[in-house]
């Protein structure tokens, strides 16, 4: 029999209830060129039946049989067994999601990868929604060839998270630790650091099931292993040399997970998990609690620091300690019980129906009998349709080629990021019906944001702002502080590019307003020069104003200019109003009408294009932002020159005007710079706002462009 282009390893270890559905989502793929090799590490339920049955029907399938020795052994069983040039592993509880298998061996033969890395759904009972612990929609999708870009995954350490070159494992004979239960770290850590080409396939291939009895979600003895990674991790970031340049973001892992799991663990193996903690503890582990607090929950670092400065610790007393810890948590869990019981009687007596009464009239509260008005207040959202104008009759006019054109917007793009592009243009195209061209618009929630979305927006703190910046939103509270937050999108950019950006070169804000924006960049790019560019007289004297304020004269360039694809001056509408004083100058006629905003005003104003800029002031831009109030696409053809020699990563809003949204990525994709793309909204309160479409090259050209290209042909 002829060896098969791939192999899937699944390890069965009493999953009757799922193996059924896991094994169907595997014979039922389009790719047939495969075996399925299943160890049975010692089921006791119906599990070997199930496998016999499915064996029976599908000579694609090999079943080997083993004594339970736990999951590491059976993948390494599995290993043993393995004749295709392709590995995938799959758990017996999970989901590959249909036509998983063809997209891996495309893309793995496509790039010559030695691993392929993909994205995951979470599924609960027949529920499906995002994963919410990694940030996939932060990573870049650049090939990961060099150690900084791989740390952007150190931790995504799932074994059925990769596609793996069977010629790539056998080279260096990687074996999972065998007495493990959590098998896939330190394996994770070992072929990542090994391969010479890691590619990352942004699309959810696979459905990973949380259930209680799963060893993940359970917090037994097992979690204890824990420690034993991280110290087989040490061990093995100190032999490869890499120690010092994995530190933060391994011990930032470290850290967090074993305070988390130790807090949550079964109560009779806390004092075993606070001594696996306090044994672990080095100067290493006090250094960066003392020079990344920020990279830590608040709770966590209340933990460690209370540690450190224990008398305890600092004598080696680490099992006296480890049972003052464990008496502490004991205290603290029933407080908590007793806080929780408490509320829940409170919740129970309020209920009843001959209190709500009372309660109304003592507490003064308003009550609502429709429940369809609290749904109005919790599930609906205002939508202010600034540009509606703009799109309907873009859409119009684009109706009959408008599927062509949103496929060529998506192909490339990420999985998050085609959801997102879809439900941006369905706001548009469906939901929001004739109206002026000034109007606001209730529409549900679910209409407007992703399930991922919906989570954060539930579950993230309130946005940071740092106090040297509190003066723009006191001044102007219509501002974003989630925009301050996201660095008006530097911040979205995958890690390795943030520190480039960070590291040198200049930026150019196109559309600097009052200077809020150009503020931020230079605080955040001290190595370069922000030319700062506002055509409107009123806001370019606030910027002059805020440049002097902040003490950023020299580092920042203000200039009155717009930008445009030639040289030029222009009439425009400025938009000003009482409640929202200079709010906007656009050389379109766009969004407000002059009732409603307080009449509206025309300025004369210099427009330039950015390749004269930059021969102007002999700038190096690493970062170009474009909020220019729907000529982002105008301004970009204009620095073609500066795109081509210089590579900038690139911010530009594409809310304002459609033909920003739809026509920006197919003309720089025509232009073949080699930039990769993604978009994000910047601000989870604003549904159509704040819109952004993130650019940038790969990393060896972001800021030296051409040059670099031709180093590297």
Known sequence: MGSPTVSIAL????VAPYLRACLDSIVTQDFTDLEIICVNDGSTDESPAILAEYARRDPRIRIV????????????????????????HVDSDDLLRPGAVSRLVEEIERTGADFIVFQHLMIEDER?????????????LEPKTRLEQKLEILHYHYTWSKFFRMDFLNRYDFRFPDGLQFDDNVYHWQVLLAAQKVVLLPEKLYKYRMRAGSIM???????LDIFRIFKEGIALFREQGVYEAVFRDFMQYKMSLQYFWTRDIEPRFRYLAYRGILDGLSADEERFVREYPHLLDPEAIRFYERVFASPLYRQGAHRALALQLTARRYLSSGRARLRDQARALRTRVGGLPWVQPIKHRVLGRRVIPDPRCADVLTNYQSVATYWVHFWRDYLRTHHADMPERLATLQRGLSENDRALVETFVRIYDQYLPECRDYSRFLLHRDLLWRPAERFRQNTRPAPRIAARYQAFLDEYPWLSAEVFEALYGLNAFPRDIRARIRAGGDVIDGGAFIGDSAVQLADACPNGRVLALEPDPVNFRRLSENVGRFGLQGRIIPEPQGLHDHRGHFEMHHHGADDFPDQGTSLLADFRD?????GESRVRCEFDTIDALVARHELRPVLIKLDIEGLEKEALLGAVETLRRHRPALIVSVYHHPKDFLEIKPWLESLDLGYYFSFRRLDLQSPVADMVMLCYPRLDTLGVG????????
Do not use: C, I, K, M
């Not at 049989?65 to 590995?87: F, I, K, M, P």
């Not at 002059?594 to 307080?598: K, L, M, P, R, Y």
């Open 128 to 140: 499906e929604f995002d994963n919410w612990y990694y940030d996939f929609d932060g990573w870049s």
């Open 594 to 598: 002059e009732a409603t905003h307080g």
């Open 65 to 88: 049989d083993q004594t339970n020795r736990g999951l590491a052994s059976t993948r390494n069983t599995a290993l043993a067994h393995v004749r295709g040039r392709y590995l995938l």
């Open 11 to 14: 390890p069965v270890y009493n």
């Open 217 to 223: 979600w359970h917090r037994g003895r097992h979690h």
């Open 706 to 713: 051409e040059s670099a290209s031709r180093s590297n042909l």
